[in-house]
């Protein structure tokens, strides 16, 4: 047995030898870059934090500590010292989710895996601990350097520095290199004392005695801790948190146990709220990971199946942006992009690449995009903000009352919409049409295939009187779907083929549904029921187009992979009432609900998104109606 398999839950650690951890670390990151390579999933954070999360748990007491993880993408370590080590079906329907996860695991506090947010909720923990008087427990927050580039993050350091009695622990996981670490007995010292509390009652009657005496007492106050903290400022590079009012240790090697299992019992033992701040390599101990120069292998896809064919693949849809992107650029030198810390991932790397002062990366900072872009707009420039379409929740505020209100020409371009499979709830991108149809002012259109994606982006870059969304999915564009005709800017993709067969059915198909709803209405005119099929490309503001083609059907039916309650079903059905028209409405898309992780086709279909279950229900529809006769418009 490995000592890996004999880790069934945080205690197990504890009674590990310390000279038994090198080991132990080693069969971690050989587990994880076996099972992760294979299933896919976030290996470069995991390899980088084996030695820290091996500590942390060494250190305190989960759950009874609870220690919470910052986005979530690092906490496979987490999983497998508390008892999950089946990584099989990692990320997959039935199998351990890609971040933390309640459901799992009563170690595991929040599901919610948006940066930026940990301190916010280990803060509110310590202050419950405070208030019910549970002075045993300490809080645990784990955040990157890179999410402390987030707003919300410094709002959070903001409060807990105003708690000193409060028990809370952050551990900023710095990858990004920027600090060396500080090694040798003098830092060591120098951290003991400081997490001393007679060192801070020392200070307090120092400063209180001399502000006592006269004409002398505060300027010698003064000098004295001028000369502190210019002596900190030459050993130490991070006082700016101590300015703040917080303890601060550090810079710690990451990947030395040792090292992070003693500063973490020292800020443990102190009582208040404590930075501990730790030096990791993302990707360590696997040389391709170490030296992969985009990010050093943040998610690895799933290994392909032995003997899968390697025939040519769909370009993805990030691509197709990515390539666009650059087109415009060229011909467009008023067009700018901004990116919150995600540059690879959405595609805009090309476009910084070959305008590289036309491309802004404002940080893990959505709402600071979203009104910096204003303010590009209003300069006179066309920007385009690229972000996940689950991200843009965080700035909804900003889209209304900053871009909207004052009808800057700004493009949002929201990566990842609707349903996006392994990553589950929190990355799910089903909520963007729903808030961007309260939206005054703002049109939004969803590209079916890779030339609508191309022809679309430039469609919402020409728009100079307000702002703009385009949305489209992640994985691969799907063959596209040719228009028979182009009619008052809508695409007829399908007709009734006889004429005996009458304009039963009016198919809305909203972006890459467009597939999906052509081969039910093949379907279903194989049981004599005519059904036109019609992408509107932009689906906000209802095209009058398409109120007056459903004049023509006795049923209209939309069809989106995103949230029903406020979606393009929903608009659509509110003009069809504002027009009284003679129209039976029928909506298809997602439950407004948190869904669980797993395939994008698989939990479609378990949404009723499937040929069989729509073309079912449609026939339904029209079969009540068939009676009706069709309403000729005026």
Known sequence: MTLLESINHPDDLKKLHPAQLPRLAREIREFLVREVTRTGGHLGPNLGVVELTVALHRVFDSPDDPVFFDTGHQSYVHKLLTGRQDF?????????????????????????????????????????????????????????????????????????????????????????????????GLADHLASVRMTPAYE???????????????????????????????????????????????????????????????????KAFGGPVIVHCITQKGKG??????????????????????????????????????????????????VAITAAMLYPTGLDAFAEAYPNRCFDVGIAEQHAATSAAG????????????????????FDQVLMDVALHRTAVTFCLDRAG??????????????????????????????????????????????????????????????????????GLDILHDPTTAELDKDLLLVAVGPMAG?????????????????????????????????????????????????????????????????????VRTFGVEQEFLRHGDRAEILAEQGLSPQDLARDLTAAVAKRASDPVQEPA
């Open 201 to 267: 009652q020392a200070l307090g009657v120092v400063k209180a005695s001399l502000h006592r005496t006269p004409l002398v007492g505060q300027p010698l106050y003064d000098a004295l801790h001028g000369i502190k903290k210019g002596l900190k400022d030459a050993i130490q590079p991070q006082v700016m948190f101590e300015d703040l009012g917080l303890k601060y240790v550090g810079p710690i090697n990451g990947h030395d146990t040792a090292a992070v299992e003693s500063a973490l019992r020292r800020a």
């Open 88 to 184: 099989s079906d990692l990320r997959q329907s039935g199998g351990l989710s890609g971040y933390p996860s309640r459901e799992e695991s009563e170690h595991d506090m929040v599901e919610n895996s948006h940066a930026s947010t940990a301190l916010s909720y280990a803060d509110g923990y310590a202050k419950a601990n405070a208030v019910r008087g549970r002075g045993d427990s300490t809080a645990v927050a784990v955040i990157g350097d890179g999410a402390l580039t987030g707003g919300m993050a410094w709002e959070a350091l903001n409060n807990i520095a105003a708690g000193q009695d409060r028990r809370l622990v952050i551990v900023v996981n710095d990858n990004g290199r920027s600090y060396s670490p500080t090694i040798g």
């Open 376 to 395: 590009l707009a209003m300069g006179g420039l066309h920007p385009v903000v690229a972000v996940y379409s689950t991200f843009l929740n965080r700035a």
């Open 516 to 584: 999906l709803c052509r081969d039910v209405a093949e379907r279903l005119a194989q049981q004599g029921i005519g059904v036109t099929v019609v992408d509107p490309r932009w689906v906000k503001p209802v095209n009058p187009a398409l109120l007056r083609e459903a004049e023509r059907h006795r049923v209209l039916a939309v069809v989106e992979d995103s949230g029903r309650a406020g979606g393009v079903g929903d608009a659509v059905a509110r003009a069809v009432r504002e027009r009284d028209l003679d129209v039976a």
């Open 419 to 488: 349903v996006t499979g392994p990553d589950g709830a929190s990355h799910h991108g089903m909520w963007d049409l729903s808030i961007l149809n309260l939206v005054p002012g703002l049109a939004v259109a969803v590209p079916r295939d890779e030339p609508r994606m191309r022809e679309l982006l430039r469609e919402a870059v020409a728009v100079d009187d307000g702002p703009t969304a385009l949305r489209y999915p992640t994985g691969s564009v799907p063959a596209e779907v040719p228009t028979l005709e182009h009619r008052d």
């Open 286 to 335: 696997h040389p391709p990971a170490e030296n992969h120069e985009e990010d050093q292998f943040h998610a690895v896809r799933a290994a392909a199946p032995t003997g899968a064919s390697s025939g040519p693949s769909r370009p993805k849809w990030t691509s197709v942006f990515r390539e666009e992107m650059v087109e415009v650029g060229a011909e467009r030198s008023d067009v």
